[in-house]
């Protein structure tokens, strides 16, 4: 009956007003919409999906502004870090190009080293991955980076900011390395990252993964490429 009077909604029966529909009797309407204005639930307006998108949007938007910026990787070099407006962002894809032997693969290494800075001392508390493609990773460079990294955290007033354990063994613990040979291998491992990374935190789990270092290989032609 309310369906051949064209009422689908409660909204529709409170629109239609006092009188009631010729198929309706009038108490029965009465009744009816004393139980939709009586209701607990409130009673709104029909809304189209895309405005309701677009209102998220916007309430999304919104809150994001409000949000303060992820810290970013500092690389400890003032001018680097200056160029890239505090350091290494977060969720950003840096490539680094030059020439070989132009400090690629070390830069890319210093920010997975200093990803691991805690918090308390203006870090990420984080830690990396250096997939290494060309076979140019040195484990020694890798030690005494994070030893001078150790060191400069006391040595700069930081002693109360980073933990007793907080050394070369403990950053190194934070960097996996990952070598592969080949374009296929790459892609695999580069893949795998971001699927365990993706399951890891749909799980909720405690993921700290902060950077992932890429020292590619050369290509025939142009520069070698590294990418953070």
């Known amino acids: ?16 007003g006092a009188a009631p529909p010729p198929s309706i009797p009038a108490d029965a309407w ?24 677009r209102r998220l949007s916007a309430r999304g938007g919104r809150a994001k502004a409000q949000a303060p910026p992820p810290r970013p990787v500092v690389s400890f070099v003032r001018s680097i870090d200056s160029l890239l407006g505090g350091g290494a962002a977060p969720g950003h894809l840096m490539e680094i190009v030059g020439p070989p032997g132009s400090g690629k693969t070390l830069l890319c290494l210093q ?14 508390d984080g830690s990396a991955i250096f997939v290494d493609a060309e076979g140019s990773f040195d484990p020694a460079c890798a030690v005494r980076m994070a030893g001078a990294l150790a060191r400069h955290c006391r040595r700069e ?21 990952v070598r592969t040979t080949d374009a296929t291998g790459l892609d695999e491992i580069v893949r795998g990252i971001v699927i365990n990374e993706i399951v890891r935190r749909n799980s909720k789990g405690a993921s700290t993964m902060r950077l992932l270092g890429l020292d590619g290989p050369r290509g025939q032609r142009g520069p070698a490429k590294n990418g953070v």
């Open 111 to 124: 920010f997975c080293v200093d990803c691991t800075l805690p918090r308390s001392a203006g870090g990420v």
């Open 30 to 53: 009465l009744s009816l919409r004393r139980a939709v204005a009586s209701s607990s639930t409130p009673v709104h307006p029909p809304v189209l999906a895309s405005d309701l998108l």
């Open 157 to 177: 007033g930081r002693r109360n900011a980073v933990p007793e354990s907080y050394g070369a063994e403990h950053i190194l613990g934070r960097i996996s390395v």
């Open 1 to 16: 009956t309310l369906l051949r009077a064209g009422l689908t909604t409660s909204v529709d029966v409170l629109h239609a």
